[in-house]
């Protein structure tokens, strides 16, 4: 399908298929989707729906990118990883790249990784391109103890860094890329502050099934289209 992203590092390269996220019906699930090992609930596949999906993973430090040919690639979603939260709720983005330092990018309600990385980010969404949507891929290290307390509120240190990041790098989503806690009421709750904020909310379901259905039960419940939290799929399918 015409709608993937991709990641690329050294050793592997992963791609991800990504379906806008609807109510399904048993009619509207294709028979070989039960063999990535995502539940067929989580989403309908939807082709002429997702089919303007064209997203893109950027596992390397966003400071080296092609900024102009990622611009004119086609790919209209940009997934920057590897965002991460720290104990006291401020924010590191790690480069992942040789040569590279991870920075601390929010603290304190502020936004502190200075002018370069910001207008770098930023430019991918202005002038000409194709790039209309920018999402942060982190997995969720601390969330489970920073929903608990201090709580999510927009008093927190956890929203007001949020909120200063996606002013700063005009941000669109945020990918929650789980792959070890799966704790469903946090992360929930989580979601839903970012939603205050102004995200949307997006998954890419490695494994646990279960949790991935509760989650997208919980995030989207009383809300319908367009209006959806989590409002996208990503399907994992190494190759």
Known sequence: MSHSMFRFNNNVNPCFLAFKCQEATSEDVPKELPKTGVD???????ATASSSIR???????VLKSNTA???TSGFNSLIIFGVGILEN?????YSN???????????????VGGTA???????FKTGDTGVNRLEISMNSQ??????RSPGTGSETRLYRNFEALKTAWDLDAVNNDDESIYDVTSTAAFAK???????????????????????????????????????????????
């Open 117 to 123: 990385l910001s207008d770098k980010v930023r430019s």
């Open 40 to 46: 067929a609930g989580l989403a309908k596949i939807n």
């Open 193 to 239: 502050m970012l939603g205050t904020i102004g995200y949307k909310y997006t998954i890419a379901p490695y494994t646990n099934t279960g949790f991935w259905r509760s989650l997208k039960t919980q995030v989207n419940n009383g809300l319908q289209e367009p209006n959806l939290l989590l409002d996208r799929v990503y399907l994992q399918c190494c190759m």
């Open 142 to 147: 601390h969330v489970r103890e920073l929903t």
């Open 69 to 71: 040919a990622l611009k």
């Open 89 to 93: 709720g401020d924010i590191m983005y």
């Open 97 to 111: 790249t040789p040569g590279s330092k991870d920075t601390l990018i929010a603290s304190d309600g502020a936004y």
């Open 55 to 61: 997203a893109i993973y950027l596992f390397k430090d």
